[in-house]
């Protein structure tokens, strides 16, 4: 019988570092989601899959320069015994990057498998062979693909169903409707001779929501004029 309730999505983690897991993806929201079973994470380590008894899972790359590259016999196999289906990503620089409309739409999968390099990177023959999605989490290079996995994961399971409670929607926040957030307040009141703008206490919603708006496009207009042209152009008929 179908109850129409989500199934919990399943990530797998491809990695020499499996102990880096789940790291900060164990605590708060992404934590407790983790302990109430809204998602499960599995650490696979790719040294497991090494055919000799040193574990070597890299080699030089072929044509010179620095650096290794992660051989593809020894990930191919550990993808074999490990990749059961579903979204198969490779955290990556050249990746597309990472945005919230991408965090979205991997939050509605089901089964995701995660390769995270090392080194400079895997051979290409892997990516070619399965038809690897590569993802970048920005226009910088990390050391490895576990930061990235990590954080890419912390955006993805913030919005499963059942993570945030009703009270925090995600409705309001930046990049969700395309502008950066309004600024927000709390009390006191006054600090430090700092009032809270008046409007926010007046109580009178519809004033509040054209403020909100106001305030959202003058700090994305002033931060990130590039969002504000997109976010214009979409409101344009
Ligand atoms: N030589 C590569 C960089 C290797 S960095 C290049 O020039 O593109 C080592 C690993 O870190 C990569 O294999 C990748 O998995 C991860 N990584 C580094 N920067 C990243 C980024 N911005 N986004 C996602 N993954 C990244």
């Known amino acids: 019988m179908t109850t129409g309730k989500m199934l919990p999505m399943k990530v797998k983690v491809l990695t020499i570092f499996p102990e880096m897991f789940p790291g900060f993806l164990g605590y708060s929201l992404t934590g407790k989601a983790l302990d109430q079973g809204l998602w499960s994470l599995e650490a696979v380590n790719i040294r497991d899959y090494a055919f000799d008894k040193h574990g070597s899972v890299d080699d030089t ?84 693909g576990e930061q990235a996995a990590m954080i890419m994961l912390d955006a993805v399971v913030r919005l499963l169903p059942g993570v945030l409670g009703n009270s925090e929607s995600t409705e309001n926040e930046s990049f969700e409707n395309g502008l950066l957030e309004y600024p927000q307040y709390t009390r006191p009141v006054v600090w430090d001779g700092r009032e809270v703008p008046e409007v926010l206490l ?10 909100r708006e106001e305030k959202a496009i003058e700090i994305t207009k002033r931060k990130r004029p590039d969002l504000l042209k997109k976010y214009l152009d979409s409101k344009k008929v």
């Open 202 to 211: 007046s109580g009178h919603h519809q004033n509040i929501a054209r403020w």
């Open 61 to 144: 790359p072929c044509g010179g320069g620095a650096g290794m590259i992660m051989r593809p016999d020894v990930l191919g196999t550990a993808l074999k015994a490990n990749y059961d289906g579903g979204r198969l990503i490779y955290m990556s620089p050249r990746g597309e990057p990472l945005t919230q409309a991408k965090v979205h739409e991997l939050s509605r999968v089901e089964n995701m498998t995660v390769i995270c390099g090392r080194f400079e990177g895997i051979d290409e023959r892997i990516i070619d062979a399965y038809n690897i999605e590569e993802v970048s989490i920005g226009d910088y290079i990390l050391t490895g």
